[in-house]
Structure formats: structure tokens, C-alpha cells
């Protein structure tokens, strides 16, 4: 009985830990700089795609299910699964570079995923495994891969991170109120941790996006005259 509540104390611990690392490293407050992109949704916006709290909820699930927030989240898989099998993630960080497809997604992706890397020294981690700059899903996979934090979890608290911050954006934009970009995070749950799941079970065969109309707003917030937000 001892034995067994040291272990459970243990595991309890680890837990605790992984939990308050994935609350610290995926805040708002962390410096990586989430709060001045927008993802094309300023654009979309813009151009009255998105409008209310119907047409944003939409958008963020067609990103979550078949658009970038997809290939992100199978991008993370991998780059764990590579830390965890001694793997060499660099290849899978040019993959996910590449990927960007306009120069604010790159732009978005790369300074947020070097920003996380610098800033994440505090806590001893390293990025040893990666030999230049990495997109930010990989930098963060990496990281918790090497913390020991269990993968679907630590998918499940970035894609959670990244909707969360496109809702405050759009929540500033079209505007919306607070209360509407609560209950659009709260109905994003289930589709959060189903895909989760089904993203740390993918491989690199899984990627791909149908989410066409967010890229077009993605390269046409480029040349927007007037604009709040980096991407």
C-alpha cells in the first residue's frame, strides 16, 4: 500500500508539473508574440467572410479540421515522435517551414516558434535537437517531448492556445463581445481533443489543407492598406 501511494504520488506530481508548464509556455503572457498575429482573419474580416460568432466558429473549425491549425497539429506529432524516437527533427521543421504558404504565414510560424525557443531557457529545456529555426508547432513539440509530457495532452493545450488567440483577435475585429469569444472556446472542446487524438495518431501522410479561402486572405492581408495585425 505504501509503495503504491508513493508511486501515485509521483505520477501525480509529474502531472502537476506537465500541466503547469503547458499553462505557462502556452499563455498569452508567454513571449512569443501570439497577440499581434491574426492568421488571415483580419482579412477576412475585412472582406465580410467573418462576421459574427456563427461565421468565426466555422472558420476556426474548418482550420482545426482540414486547414493549417490541421497540418500544425500533425506537424507537433511528428516533431515529438521524433525527440521521442531519437529521430533528427530538423527535417520535419524544414517540412513544416516550407509549408507556410505566404510570407506572413512564415513570418507567423518561424519568429513565433524562435521566440518560444529563446524563451523557454528558463526552465533548462534546450533545442538541441534542432540545428536552426523552427515553425512553432515543432518548437513547442520538441520542448514538451523533451519534459516528458505525454503528446496528446500537449496537442491538446497548443491547438487549444492557437484558437484561443485567432478568437481574440476576431473578438477585437468584426467585434464581438467577450462573452461571444467564451462560449465559441467552449463549444471548441470536443473538437479540440477529438482532434488531438486523431492528430497523435498521424504521420506526415496525413498532411494537407482544403482550407483554401484562409490562405487567399492570408496572402491578401499582405498588401492590406490598413491593418492591426502582422499576418
Known amino acids: 500500500m505504501k509503495c503504491a501511494t508513493i508511486i501515485m504520488s509521483m505520477t501525480d506530481s509529474g502531472s502537476s508539473t506537465a500541466l503547469l508548464r503547458l499553462m505557462t509556455w502556452l499563455s498569452p503572457a508567454f513571449p512569443v508574440g501570439a497577440f499581434s498575429y491574426s492568421h488571415g482573419i483580419e482579412r477576412a474580416v475585412d472582406d465580410g467572410l467573418i462576421h459574427d460568432s456563427m461565421s468565426l466558429q466555422n472558420w476556426l473549425n474548418d482550420l482545426l479540421q482540414y486547414g493549417s491549425v490541421w497540418n500544425d497539429a500533425v506537424l507537433f506529432a511528428a516533431g515529438w515522435r521524433g525527440v521521442a524516437t531519437d529521430a533528427d527533427v530538423n527535417a520535419i521543421a524544414l ?53 516528458d509530457i505525454a503528446l496528446e495532452p500537449a496537442l491538446a493545450a497548443y491547438l487549444h492556445a492557437v484558437l484561443s488567440n485567432l478568437i481574440q483577435a476576431a473578438v477585437r475585429l468584426v467585434p464581438l463581445g467577450q462573452s461571444h469569444g467564451v462560449a465559441i472556446m467552449a463549444s471548441m472542446e470536443k473538437p479540440i481533443l477529438a482532434i488531438a487524438a486523431r492528430a497523435s495518431r498521424s504521420s506526415l ?3 494537407g489543407s482544403a482550407a483554401i479561402m484562409s490562405d487567399i486572405m492570408a496572402m491578401q492581408h499582405e498588401t492590406q492598406y490598413s491593418r492591426v495585425f502582422r499576418s
Open 95 to 147: 517540412l513544416g517551414e516550407a509549408m507556410a504558404g505566404s510570407k506572413e504565414r512564415h513570418m507567423e510560424t518561424m519568429l513565433q516558434g524562435n521566440a518560444f525557443l529563446q524563451a523557454i531557457g528558463h526552465w533548462g529545456a534546450t533545442s538541441q535537437d534542432l540545428a536552426g529555426d523552427a515553425p512553432y508547432p515543432v518548437a513547442v513539440a520538441v520542448v514538451a517531448a523533451r519534459n
Open 205 to 207: 501522410d496525413d498532411l
